[in-house]
């Protein structure tokens, strides 16, 4: 069961690479994969700014999710199961809250 951990280093990486064409600014205004909201389909310049802030932002939270799976994967005799996957899931909750509203003040700033 120690290696159902690694689902959780899975996703970090997973938001990580999701992150990168955010923070190169390689997505275009679309509907499917970005920071879609009614003001940042407002301009392009309001597009990728904001949507390169949130790619930093889901990058941190990419970084603390992987983070937090191999440091509870180290401490898991510790821990148990149930201890592990209870900080890895309030890390992603954590993370991806500040991460959000950390976004949006962002936007309303543009």
Known sequence: MKNALFLWLFVGLLFISMSIPLVLEKVPPNRWYGFRVAKTFS????WYSANR???YDLLSVGVVIA???VV???LFDQL???NAHNI???AFIGAL???VIHS???LNRL
Not at 43 to 46: A, F, L, T, V
């Open 104 to 106: 949006f003040l962002n």
């Open 53 to 55: 802030v949130a790619g």
């Open 67 to 69: 983070i937090t799976a």
């Open 80 to 82: 148990g199961l149930t």
């Open 88 to 90: 890895n899931f309030a």
């Open 72 to 74: 509870t994967r180290l």
């Open 97 to 99: 809250v500040v991460a």
């Open 43 to 46: 301009s392009e310049r309001i």
